[in-house]
C-alpha cells in the first residue's frame, strides 16, 4: 500500500498491512468453513445482540450539512499537486506540521453516530468540559448499525447542533472521537483488497440511493486499490438521479466548509470521484461501511 486515508501510506506501513491482509483472508477461509459445517449459526445465536442486522427503518429527518457536520477539517499530511505533465499527483510534506491528520473515517464515523444517536438541546444550560467528554464517549461508542428509542438519545446541553458544538469545544470532539489508528484499522478495510463487479457497483449505488431516501445518511469507503491513489470516507447525504447518472451529495471530512459530489455513472456502471485538492479524480471503487458486523 501506499497511501493513508485521504493520503499516501508510508513505505513501511506495506508490510504491516500485507500481515493484515493475510489474517483477514484466514478469517473469512474460517467464516466460510464455519458456515459450510453449521456451525456459524451457533455462533451467531450465542453472539446475541453483536450479531442483530442493522435496522432499516429511517430516521425522523434528513442529514443537514450546515448542521450536522463538524466544523474543523481533517488534515493531511502532504499538500497535493497535479504533475501537469502526466496528470498525476505529486505532493510534498505539510508545514507546519498538521495537528489532526488522516482522522477521515473516524470524522465521518462520528458525524453518523451524532446524526443517530445524539440529541442537540439549546435550551438547556452548558455543562463543564468534564460532562461533555463524557458525552462525547457515550455517543462515540454507539454502534451504527442498532437505533435508540427517541427518548434514549444522548442529550448534548447548551448547543443547537453538532457544527456550533464543534466550533466551541473543537478539541474535547478531536480527543474523544477516535484516534488515527480507527481509520487505518477501519474494520470493513479488508473488502476493498478484492474485485468490485460493475453489478455490484451497480448494486451498491442503488443501496446507497435508497439509504438516503430512508434518511439514513451512510458512510463510504473510497478507494482505489491496489494503486490506492484515493483511500477515504465520506458520508453521503443527498442523491439526484437522471438518465446517465446518479449523483451524490457528500460530507468529505477534509472539506468542512462545502459539500462535495461523488457519480455513479450509469453506462460505466462505475463510481466516479471528481478532482479534489488530494486527488486528480477517476473511477474510484465505493462501499458502505458501519452498517454490517464485517463491514
Given at each position: 500500500m501506499?497511501?493513508?486515508p485521504?493520503?499516501?501510506?508510508?513505505?513501511?506501513f506495506?508490510s504491516?498491512a500485507?500481515?493484515?491482509?493475510s489474517?483477514?483472508?484466514?478469517v473469512?477461509v474460517?467464516?466460510r468453513?464455519?458456515r459450510a459445517s453449521?456451525?456459524?449459526?451457533?455462533l451467531?445465536?450465542?453472539?446475541?445482540?453483536a450479531?442483530?442486522r442493522a435496522?432499516?427503518?429511517?430516521f425522523d429527518?434528513?442529514?443537514?450539512?450546515?448542521?450536522?457536520?463538524?466544523?474543523?477539517?481533517?488534515?493531511?499530511y502532504?499538500?497535493?499537486?497535479?504533475?501537469p505533465t502526466t496528470?498525476?499527483?505529486?505532493?510534498e510534506w505539510?508545514?507546519?506540521?498538521?495537528?489532526?491528520?488522516?482522522?477521515?473515517f473516524v470524522v465521518?464515523?462520528?458525524?453518523r453516530q451524532?446524526?443517530?444517536h445524539?440529541?442537540?438541546d439549546?435550551?438547556q444550560p452548558?455543562?463543564?468540559?468534564?460532562?461533555?467528554?463524557?458525552?462525547?464517549r457515550?455517543v462515540?461508542a454507539?454502534?451504527?448499525?442498532h437505533?435508540l428509542?427517541?427518548?434514549?438519545?444522548?442529550?448534548?446541553?447548551?448547543f443547537?447542533d453538532l457544527h456550533?458544538f464543534?466550533v466551541s469545544?473543537e478539541?474535547?470532539l478531536?480527543?474523544?472521537c477516535g484516534?488515527?489508528?480507527?481509520?487505518?484499522?477501519?474494520?470493513g478495510?479488508?473488502?476493498?483488497?478484492?474485485?468490485f463487479?460493475?453489478?455490484?457497483?451497480q448494486?451498491?449505488?442503488r443501496?446507497?440511493?435508497?439509504?438516503?431516501?430512508r434518511?439514513r445518511?451512510?458512510?463510504?469507503?473510497?478507494?482505489?486499490?491496489p494503486?490506492?491513489?484515493?483511500?477515504h470516507?465520506?458520508?453521503?447525504y443527498?442523491?439526484?438521479?437522471?438518465?446517465s447518472?446518479?449523483?451524490?451529495?457528500?460530507?468529505?471530512?477534509?472539506?468542512?466548509?462545502?459539500p462535495t459530489?461523488?457519480?455513479?455513472r450509469?453506462?460505466?456502471q462505475r463510481?466516479?470521484?471528481?478532482?479534489?485538492t488530494?486527488?486528480?479524480?477517476?473511477?474510484v471503487d465505493?462501499?458502505?461501511i458501519?452498517y454490517r458486523w464485517?463491514?
Open positions: 501506499s497511501k493513508l485521504g493520503a499516501r501510506f508510508p513505505s513501511w506495506s504491516v500485507a500481515g493484515i491482509s489474517l483477514l483472508h484466514r473469512i474460517l467464516e468453513f464455519l453449521g456451525l456459524l449459526v451457533l451467531i445465536l450465542a453472539g446475541g445482540c450479531s442483530q435496522s432499516t427503518s429511517p429527518r434528513p442529514f443537514v450539512f450546515e448542521r450536522d457536520t463538524f466544523a474543523h477539517p481533517n488534515e493531511l502532504w499538500v497535493y499537486q497535479s504533475d496528470g498525476r499527483m505529486i505532493h505539510r508545514k507546519p506540521k498538521p495537528t489532526y491528520a488522516q482522522h477521515c465521518a464515523r462520528s458525524a451524532f446524526f443517530q445524539a440529541r442537540f439549546p435550551d452548558t455543562v463543564d468540559d468534564d460532562k461533555y467528554r463524557k458525552l462525547i457515550r462515540v454507539l454502534d451504527p448499525r437505533e428509542e427517541p427518548d434514549d438519545k444522548i442529550v448534548i446541553p447548551g443547537t456550533a464543534s469545544r478539541n474535547l478531536k480527543e474523544e484516534s488515527a489508528w480507527e481509520s487505518y484499522f477501519q474494520r478495510h479488508w473488502r476493498m483488497i478484492w474485485h463487479s460493475k453489478k455490484g457497483q448494486k451498491m449505488a443501496q446507497l440511493a435508497d439509504s438516503i431516501g434518511n445518511p451512510p458512510v463510504v469507503h473510497v478507494a482505489h486499490f494503486k490506492l491513489e484515493i483511500n470516507a465520506l458520508v453521503l443527498g442523491a439526484q438521479e437522471n438518465n447518472e446518479i449523483e451524490f451529495t457528500a460530507y468529505d471530512p477534509n472539506y468542512p466548509a462545502h459530489q461523488l457519480h455513479f450509469k453506462a460505466e463510481f466516479f470521484y471528481p478532482p479534489q488530494y486527488f486528480a479524480g477517476g473511477t465505493v462501499y458502505e458501519y464485517n463491514y
